[in-house]
């Protein structure tokens, strides 16, 4: 079955640093979105992404976040400056024109 | 009028038990709602999903009850393993390719 596969699995980093984190959405699918979840508590949507621009956005996708998908295959979250409260796990997501959302299992980031 | 809310936090059920997670929502817009599983260090995987067009859909041993009036819907789990024993998430969205808005969450139990 096909995977959204996501890289790290867990990323550990300093306070102010920029972070990139990585997914490879499924081959066909057409819509890309990034989630996040807070140890404990709900998934949070953080940002969709279609043909090639940001189609939607929560409150939390500040200027801090940016999206890209650099080429046919890669779909990235980079992370500006990050804080200790940006740790938490990041989900990449992607479906094609149905409903059918595939998560991948998501990078531990880590902000010390 | 996003939100989706999750009942119960937590569950424990007996094995072979029925277990039932509730979810209400208030955007009438929205028209699909999924159940995902979590299990720990792993991403949402989509375990049934519905539109308001049907009541109830079932698959195996997981029914999504669906109340279009009443703007709930709930997934019973019968016949509950220790294999079952994982986190649920209710979500919904408005259409393909939209944002997914998760519940809370309920951390199910199931004892042998």
């Known amino acids: 079955e096909p995977e959204v596969t996501q890289t790290p699995s867990h990323q550990v980093t300093q306070m102010g640093q920029e972070v990139i984190l990585r997914c490879v959405p499924i081959?066909?699918?057409?819509?890309f979105y990034w989630y996040r979840q807070i140890l404990g508590q709900k998934v949070e949507f953080l940002v969709s992404f279609y043909n090639n621009e940001i189609s939607e956005k929560s409150e939390i996708f500040d200027d801090q976040f940016s999206v890209e998908r650099p080429d046919g295959s890669n779909f990235t979250l980079k992370i500006r400056s990050t804080k200790l409260e940006d740790s938490a796990m990041y989900f990449c997501?992607?479906?094609?024109?149905?409903?059918?959302?595939?998560f991948g299992s998501g990078t531990r980031l880590t902000v010390v | 009028q996003q939100q989706v809310k999750q009942s119960p936090q937590s569950l424990i059920v007996q094995k072979g038990g029925i277990s039932i997670i509730n979810c209400a929502y208030e955007?009438?817009?929205?028209?699909?709602f999924p159940w995902y599983q979590q299990f720990p260090g792993k991403g949402p995987a989509l375990l049934i999903a519905?539109?308001?067009?049907?009541s109830e859909k079932k698959e195996g041993r997981f029914t999504i009850s669906f109340n279009k009036s009443a703007k709930q819907f709930s997934l019973h789990i019968m016949d509950s393993q220790p294999g079952d024993s994982a986190t649920y998430f209710c979500?919904?969205?408005?259409?393909?390719?939209?944002?997914?808005?998760f519940g809370k969450g309920t951390t199910l139990s199931v004892s042998s």
């Open positions: 955007n009438t817009a929205f028209d699909y």
């Open positions: 979500a919904a969205s408005t259409q393909a390719g939209t944002a997914l808005i």
């Open positions: 997501a992607s479906t094609g024109t149905t409903y059918g959302y595939t």
């Open positions: 519905i539109r308001p067009d049907v």
């Open positions: 081959s066909n699918h057409l819509y």
